[in-house]
């Protein structure tokens, strides 16, 4: 089984502890027979592992092609912070916050800047928003006992990661992004349906649930190409696609959208031609462009049953958001962890880690730090509803249902939600 349970996890810790007071007690067998309080039963409060102040980094875009999602990722952790703090912090100290820049990959920094996060003795790191991203640092941090908490991977590949119980993430896995696209573009009336999708382990997981949900459907997938998002062009991947002459495209990539889209108009197969769908790593401002995405649809996970003041406490914290994608996600996560510390009394990754499914579910509901926080210390369960909505996460680690956005882009190359769907992640 590749997730541990909770109770599994809980049992390793405690096991953990013990081996480690044994250690440290270093008496001799010869002598326990001589000690009139050998066998007794205490009850003190098992040791902890942490030293008492909660630190958590955020592994967040600043650089790269997902830089757009970084301001408002940054925000919703700092916010969650603060209002941690405000309410009495964690443990009865106040948590400490340390950023580093993901970058998106290209180049490689993030291995670099989960180090340096080590030096800030991190017990929780929030990133990365790209999944590949995160793939390439997941089990440095795992591995070191620290939990890593994305807001905003969706990759479907995680839900199986071997990741030590230590891997979670507030975003829903893209199987339902994938059938919710698929879906939307066979209800939209398309059966003849191209995939075009950067080939990596964000690209290929979503690209292949489209293709899956699309076929069951009773649609035809007209081509299915996966493309190096370095490449210098994209002519051969688009040459195919126009040969397969589609009623529909399914366009799974990064920034890259800025170099394929003039190549699909030259080709008859742009915005104009045929119905193109963009996903959440392309869904983006693209006012600055020259071509028209107008009639464009595109799908974004966002929050289940927002709070709609959330985004003017945002940009309390960074008054020049014009983006506010993953900021909920990124407040949950924060706030999960800080709460899971609480209901662990240990401010160290493992025994975080042990408690975050447990404050996600199965308990009384509860939204805000302080009314949660006061519930654990009263010893109840607790179930936290955030700004994103509904936090249960199944026993991946992952939220049991999410919600999809859909959108369509105006002239002037923005877009707007339209409508959202939700479903359980399966």
Not at 148 to 155: E, Q, R
């Amino acid at each position: 089984m590749i997730r541990r349970s909770h109770a599994w996890r809980v049992a390793a810790v405690a096991a953990t502890a013990t081996l480690v007071l044994s250690a440290c007690g270093g008496g001799d067998s010869d002598d326990d027979g001589d000690d009139p309080d050998a066998g007794a039963t205490s009850d003190a409060p098992a040791a902890t592992q942490g030293d008492g102040v909660l630190r958590i980094g955020s592994l967040l875009p600043q650089t790269g092609d997902l830089a757009f999602l970084g301001p408002p990722e940054f925000a919703g952790v700092d916010l969650a912070v603060e209002e941690i703090n405000a309410a009495g912090g964690v443990l009865g100290k106040p948590v400490e916050g340390f950023n580093a820049d993901s970058g998106d990959g290209t180049p490689d920094i993030a291995g670099a800047e989960v180090d340096k996060l080590f030096n800030d003795e991190v017990d929780a790191i929030i990133g990365a928003a790209a999944s590949g991203v995160s793939l390439s640092v997941i089990d440095k941090i795992t591995g070191a006992g620290v939990v890593h908490f994305s807001p905003a991977n969706t990759a479907a590949g995680f839900d199986t990661y071997e990741d030590n119980g230590l891997y979670f993430r507030t975003a829903p896995s893209d199987r339902l992004q994938g059938q919710v696209l698929a879906n939307l573009a066979v209800e939209d009336g398309f059966a003849n349906v191209a995939v075009m999708a950067r080939q990596d382990f964000y690209g290929e997981g979503l690209a292949e649930q489209v293709q899956t949900t699309l076929e069951e459907k009773g649609a035809t997938v007209a081509e299915f190409v996966l493309y190096n998002a370095e490449a210098q062009n994209y002519t051969a991947e688009v040459n195919k696609i126009a040969a397969s002459k589609p009623d529909a495209l399914v366009l799974v990539a990064f920034e890259e959208t800025t170099k394929i889209i003039p190549q699909l108009i030259a080709k008859g197969i742009g915005p104009d031609d045929i119905q193109i769908y963009f996903v959440d790593g392309n869904l983006a401002d693209y006012a600055s462009e020259s071509f028209d995405l107008e009639g464009v649809k595109g799908t974004l996970p966002v929050s289940g049953d927002p709070d709609p003041g959330f985004n003017d406490r945002l940009l309390g914290i960074n008054p020049k958001l014009k983006d506010f994608s993953y900021g909920p996600q990124s407040y949950d996560a924060t706030m999960i962890i800080a709460l899971a510390a609480i209901a662990a009394g240990d401010d160290s990754g493992e025994a975080i880690g042990a408690e975050i499914i447990n404050v996600t579910r199965e308990g009384t509901q509860c939204a805000t730090f302080e009314e949660c926080a006061q519930l654990l210390e009263d010893g109840e369960d607790i179930d936290y509803e955030g700004a994103s909505g509904p936090t249960d996460m199944n026993d991946t680690g992952s939220p049991a249902t999410g919600t999809i956005g859909i959108n369509v882009y105006k002239k002037g190359n923005t877009y707007e939600q339209v409508d959202a769907i939700t479903g359980v992640v399966n």
